[in-house]
């Protein structure tokens, strides 16, 4: 697209003008609120991981029960559409963790010596129902019909079994399942219905520790009996042959057998399973139906929920319903205790999750406007972690650190919080917590999944030279040690921790920390006009060029990473000569990604691929999913309404189990980012300043209803109406809040957070 060079200038029409929507197929809102029904659950299921796909599941749910069809290795495992056989019906999808697999069998004369290592089985899409909170399938090679849902900390299980053979459940607790080997694992029967169990997950290169899963399980019929195999490990309970269907209730806990058993006693104390699937449905519908939308058509409603639901997955609390918790950060194991309120109920959950590297421009917004409830009960789980073990986390798992990915991506999350009115209370305490992070000892400095030294991050050079070198001299320590990338990263973070100095006076830090912020420029090469790792004696890479992925760039290229300079896009311009020079470099890049469909292929393994990999702008991964809204920060909205609206289409617009996210979907991270693009909200430097900034887009529904969270903010809803919308309308010709006239592209947090209406007149 040939850019105008007239400055762009919002013109105002004293009326709004109303078409009827250009979109080829028209729906209305969700009717009945079963925002569940929309759900498409096998999205990019072919590309899945282990922590990737839900279906029996609560959100941010402890249980995450679904089947597995891989279950080598955390990536390529979990629930793959294209394979055909399921392997165990596994009860934890998490961040490094694993466990408790199971799978239904009918025993015979033929199959009772071999059953124990020979259970997979066989299924067909077609016989399958899989919905937020609920899945069913049926079991080809025995004629078993399988049915699972949860409550939070309980997996509920329905099965009904062949006449001709012996019912049972086979325990498969010795086993690799995903990220992790599953080994120590023990059964023991302590009632007529009820058994007990535990196994252990072995240590993984980014989870250090063993971490412990404790069981309780109970059937609707009698136990005849337990048989355990010697040379798998595995048991096979048998239940009683005249019960028609056998429901089992499998409750988890990460401290103790006893607390499994009241997470069970308190959140599953019937044996109704229709009623746990009703009430799983009412709880999504409740976090899904906080967005209303109307017009679009009906793939594009569906993917919008799709895209909302995965928004709330992947992160899994960890902690009992007692509040007990496992504490891994010291040398020796501890249960933990969450403070109760008055009423006798943790204060907030305890989480595992992967690393908030790129939470700045997902769930940051998306929580800290819809979902402020859950951003502040992460907040408290991350500074219960600085707490126990000295650090606030990025990336916590088994209720240790891991250094998974770089930075003290933390800080913006919890800075967010803060601005926008969220965590009210001991904000000099976080300060100084957040501070530790960003000083040597803290966990800035470690990266490359190394555990032992701090050398990994290139700290030490950032301080003292103002940038990371690459390569380190140190050596390598597993990955993520690219310099340009670190420094870039550490410098936006400085900035978005200078604020809070700012806010609570403490100047010294605060001009320290933009200082740093600062950094940024000493990896900008003027000659190439690109951003470009030099070594430690301050020689630039030689043969650089811009489109190699990975030397010197965190899952990413030089062309990409150049704009990762969220808290300074101006300063960054300036570098490249002026606004309007680095407003034409950014669209030739769009324009070139365009043909590659603004991403490296559809799975994160094709990055390396030749092509895919010299790819401008990459919406598959974190490092450039800003880059559309950068436009607006330079003084081009409209280039961000043409683009981030190509870029919904192509990347976040299909439905189909082959694509979704084109690659790199960390725990709701594209999920969050493809909604926020949808309703045309953003924030740049992840809503860290004072009244955080919402840069607007351009949305593609007639109308997008927030609601606000009583608790947190006094509006009760924030409506964004369109008129004239379509996919040739993306262009925003008028703007009216609140029925008066609007001159901007941008919303503060408290004006939005007011409630109100913004009506936006669309054209060509």
């Not at 690659?663 to 909200?681: F, H, N, P, R, Y």
Request: aromatic share 12%; charged share 20%.
């Amino acid at each position: 697209m040939k850019i105008d060079r007239t400055p762009f200038i919002l013109l105002l029409l004293l009326t709004v003008l109303s078409f009827i929507s250009c979109e080829e197929i028209q729906t209305q809102n969700p009717k009945n609120t079963d925002f569940v029904d929309l759900v498409y659950p096998h999205l990019d299921s072919e590309n899945s991981r282990w922590f990737f796909f839900s279906s029996a599941s609560r959100p941010f749910g402890m249980v995450n029960l679904s089947p597995d069809t891989e279950i080598n290795g955390a990536w390529g495992s979990g629930y793959r559409y294209k394979t055909d056989t399921i392997k165990g019906f596994s009860h934890v999808h998490g961040w490094q963790i694993s466990g408790l697999s199971i799978m239904p069998v009918s025993i015979t004369a033929e199959n009772r010596a071999s059953i124990y290592k020979d259970f997979y089985s066989k299924f067909n899409h077609d016989a399958e129902k899989v919905s937020p909170g609920y899945h069913y399938v049926e079991l080809e090679r025995q004629g078993i019909t399988a049915e699972l849902t949860s409550t939070k900390r309980v997996g509920f299980h329905k099965y009904s079994f062949p006449k001709n053979g012996s019912p049972a459940i086979l325990f498969n607790l010795n086993t690799l399942l995903g990220p992790s080997g599953n080994v120590n694992g023990s059964l023991k029967k302590i009632g007529d219905n009820t058994l007990l169990g535990e196994l252990e997950m072995a240590p993984t290169h980014r989870r250090p520790k063993p971490f412990k899963l404790f069981f309780r399980v109970e059937f609707n019929s009698v136990i005849e009996s337990i048989t355990q195999d010697p040379e798998t490990g595995n048991y096979v309970v048998f239940t009683d042959k005249d019960t028609p269907d056998v429901l089992m209730k499998a409750a988890i806990s990460y401290t103790s057998a006893e607390n499994a058993s009241i997470n069970m006693d308190s959140e599953l104390n019937h044996w109704d399973f229709q009623k746990v699937v009703g009430e799983s449905k009412e709880e999504w519908n409740d976090f899904l139906g906080r967005i209303k939308i109307e017009g679009g058509s009906e793939i594009q409603q569906r993917r919008f929920y799709t895209d909302l639901w995965h928004a709330l997955q992947g992160r899994r609390v960890i902690s009992d319903i007692n509040g007990a918790y496992p504490d891994n950060t010291g040398d020796n194991f501890r249960i933990g205790q969450i403070p109760l309120d008055a009423s006798g109920k943790p204060k907030f959950n305890h989480y595992n999750s992967d690393s908030f590297w790129g939470a700045q421009w997902t769930i940051n917004t998306l929580w800290g406007l819809v979902y402020p409830d859950i951003m502040e009960d992460f907040v408290h789980s991350l500074l219960q972690y600085h707490q126990d073990g000295g650090l606030v986390p990025r990336g916590p798992s088994g209720g240790n650190y891991t250094y998974v990915m770089t930075g003290a991506s933390s800080t913006p999350f919890i800075v967010s919080a803060i601005q926008k009115g969220i965590i009210k209370e001991d904000h000099e305490a976080i300060y100084q917590a957040l501070k530790q992070n960003h000083m040597p000892g803290g966990i800035m400095e470690k990266a490359g999944y190394e555990h032992k030294t701090a050398l990994g991050g290139g700290f030490k050079y950032y301080l003292n030279n103002g940038y990371v070198p690459y390569p380190i001299p140190e050596g390598k320590f597993g990955g993520h040690q690219d310099g340009a990338s670190l420094t870039m990263e550490y410098a936006y973070q400085d900035w978005t921790l200078a604020q809070l100095a700012k806010k609570l006076g403490h100047q010294d830090d605060y001009e320290m920390f933009m200082l740093r912020s600062k950094n940024y420029k000493n990896v900008f090469d003027k000659s190439s006009g690109w951003m470009r790792p030099k070594d430690v004696e301050g020689v630039w890479l030689e043969n650089y060029d811009p489109y190699e992925h990975q030397h010197g760039f965190i899952e990413s290229n030089g062309a990409q990473s150049t704009w990762f300079v969220p808290h300074d896009i101006s300063g960054l311009a300036e570098l490249m000569g002026s606004k309007e020079k680095a407003v034409d470099k950014l669209n030739e890049q769009f324009e070139a990604a365009e043909k590659l469909g603004f991403a490296a292929g559809n799975s994160h393994a094709q990055e390396l691929h030749p092509e895919y990999r010299r790819v401008p702008i990459n919406y598959g991964n974190q490092p450039s999913i800003q880059t559309a809204f950068v436009f607006s920060k330079l003084d081009r909205p409209d280039l961000t309404q043409y683009w981030s609206r190509k870029v919904v289409d192509k990347v976040f617009g299909g439905l189909s189990p082959a694509t979704g996210y084109n690659g790199d979907e960390d725990q709701g991270l594209m999920g969050s980012l493809a909604v926020l693009m949808k309703i045309g909200l953003f924030q740049m430097n992840g809503g860290t300043e004072n009244d955080p900034i919402y840069e607007l887009g351009s949305p593609i529904f007639d109308k997008i209803e927030i609601s606000l969270h009583p608790q947190y903010y006094t509006g009760k809803k924030f409506t964004i109406r369109t008129n004239n919308n379509g996919m040739d309308q993306w262009s925003v010709k008028s703007a009216h809040l609140n029925s008066k006239p609007f001159n901007a592209y941008t919303l503060g947090h408290s004006q939005l957070t007011k409630g109100g209406e913004l009506e936006l007149g669309m054209g060509e």
